[in-house]
C-alpha cells in the first residue's frame, strides 16, 4: 500500500517525522534552516529528502519540488514553528520577528491544500495576547478546512516520562478525511503513565569524569527491559530511518551514545546531593527528578543567533548531577538508537526543542487511520 506523504516544517531534530513515519506515513520533505539542528535530522533520517531553505522564503510550488510531488499528491503538512514568542517562560515578546512564522504555515497550508495539517506550539500561543496572530493564521485555511479547537495533550499521557504539554492546530479537509474530533486524540492515551526511574533503567547512572566527548559517551546498556515504552525505546525502527553507526552499536552491542558527564565542582556535587527529589537547588534552580514522577518539560537554551544561553538541566533522583542527553533523549520519548550532535549543548537543544515522538505518533496514528485515500 502506498504510504501518504507528509512534508515536515521547521523539523528540528525529528520528533514530529519520528512520529509519522512510525504511524504510516511517509517523509517527502524536512526543512529546517538551522544546520546543526537539520544534520541531526539527516543523520536520523538519512533516507528522506532535506532541505535548509528559510521556510519564510519558501512558496508552496518550491516544497513541491523539493519534495518531488506533483500538486495534489501531499496529504498532510506538520511542523512546530518556532515557540519562543510564545512561551510563557522568558521574555513572552509577542513582536518576536519569528512570531510570523506560524502564520507562514497556514499560509503554505492555503497554498498547498494538503489533505491536512498539524502545527505545534506551546501552550502560551493561545494566551490572549496571541488571539490576533492565531485568528490571522487560522483564517487562511477557514472555509476549505474542518478546523478542530486547539488540542492540548500532555506528553506524560502518551507514555512519554515528562510533563510536557503541547498545543496542537489540527484541520482536514472533510471529504478525504472521516470526522474528527477531540476524542479521536484521547483514545491515543496509555492506561499508565512511565516514570523517571522505568525510563532511566539499563543506563549508567554512576559517571566518570572521563566521559566527556561523543566517544567516551559509548556506554553498554545493562539490563533490557520489556514492555510497550521499551518497545519504542528499543526498536520499532522504520525503513529509511536511524544511523547506519548507532543502529549496528545499539543492536549489535547493546550500545548507547550520549552517556557523557558534567563535571561539577565538589562543592556543587554536595549541594545537589542535599536537594530532596522534586526540590529546586537554592543556587542554580536545577529540580532535582522524582524516581516515581515524571520529569518537568526540559527547556532548549537559545541558538547561536539568540546568545548560545544553555538551559538549565535537571538533577538525577540518585546522583548529585546534571542528567546525560540519553537520559533527556529517554524522558522525551527518543529512542536509544536515536543519535544527536557530539556537542552536549546542541544535544541538549534540540531534545528540548523536540516534540515527543510518542505523542506524535499517536496524533499521526489518529489521523492515518481516518483517511479516505492513500495519496
Known amino acids: 500500500m502506498t504510504r501518504p506523504s507528509v512534508i515536515d516544517l521547521y ?15 511517509r517523509l517527502a520533505l524536512a526543512v529546517d534552516k538551522e544546520p546543526v539542528l537539520l544534520n541531526m535530522h539527516k ?51 509577542h513582536k518576536d520577528e519569528r512570531n510570523t512564522l506560524f502564520t507562514r504555515f497556514f499560509q503554505l497550508v492555503a497554498e498547498l491544500r494538503p489533505v491536512f ?28 478546512y474542518k478546523l478542530l479547537d486547539p488540542l492540548v495533550l500532555d506528553a ?9 504539554k503541547r498545543v496542537f ?3 482536514y479537509l472533510p471529504d478525504a478525511v472521516e470526522s474528527l474530533t477531540h476524542e479521536d486524540f484521547e483514545q491515543g492515551k496509555w492506561s499508565h503513565k512511565t516514570t523517571v526511574k522505568t525510563a532511566l533503567a ?80 537554592y543556587i542554580s534552580r536545577a529540580q532535582r527528578l522524582q524516581r516515581n514522577g515524571q520529569c518537568p518539560t526540559l527547556r532548549a537554551g537559545t541558538g547561536p543567533d539568540r546568545g548560545s544561553f544553555q538551559a538549565l538541566r535537571p538533577i538525577h533522583y540518585k546522583e548529585p548531577r546534571a542528567i546525560t542527553p540519553r537520559e533527556a533523549a529517554r524522558l522525551q520519548g527518543f529512542p536509544d538508537w536515536f543519535r544527536f550532535d557530539s556537542t552536549k549543548w546542541h544535544a541538549f537543544r534540540g531534545i528540548g526543542n523536540s516534540v515527543s515522538p510518542l505523542v506524535a505518533e499517536a496524533i499521526f496514528k489518529t489521523i492515518r487511520q481516518k483517511l479516505k485515500q492513500t495519496n
Open 11 to 25: 523539523c528540528g531534530i525529528g520528533g514530529l517525522s519520528l512520529g509519522a513515519v512510525r504511524a504510516g506515513f
Open 43 to 93: 543523520r536520523n533520517f538519512p533516507g528522506f529528502p532535506h532541505s535548509d531553505a528559510d521556510v519564510s522564503q519558501l512558496s508552496g510550488d518550491d516544497l513541491l519540488k523539493a519534495a518531488n510531488l506533483s500538486r495534489g499528491a501531499l496529504a498532510g503538512l506538520i511542523g512546530g514553528s518556532p515557540c519562543q514568542g510564545f512561551s510563557r517562560i522568558g521574555k513572552r515578546d
Open 117 to 144: 495539517f498539524v502545527a505545534e506550539n506551546v501552550p502560551g500561543i493561545l494566551d490572549s495576547r496571541n488571539n490576533g496572530l492565531v485568528a490571522r493564521a487560522k483564517e487562511k485555511a477557514r472555509g476549505v
Open 156 to 164: 506524560s499521557d502518551f507514555g512519554a516520562p515528562t510533563v510536557r
Open 169 to 171: 492546530f489540527v484541520g
Open 202 to 281: 539499563g543506563l549508567p547512572h554512576r559517571l566518570r569524569d572521563g566521559w566527556l566527548d561523543d566517544e567516551s559517551g559509548w556506554r553498554t546498556l545493562r539490563v533490557k527491559r520489556r514492555g510497550k515504552y521499551w518497545t519504542k525505546i528499543y526498536g520499532d525502527l522504520p525503513h529509511g530511518v536511524g544511523d547506519e553507526e548507532a543502529v549496528a552499536r545499539f543492536q549489535n552491542d547493546r550500545l548507547v551514545s550520549g552517556c557523557i558527564t558534567t563535571m561539577h565542582t565538589p562543592k556543587v556535587k554536595q549541594r545537589f546531593g542535599l536537594v530532596a527529589e522534586g526540590g529546586v537547588d
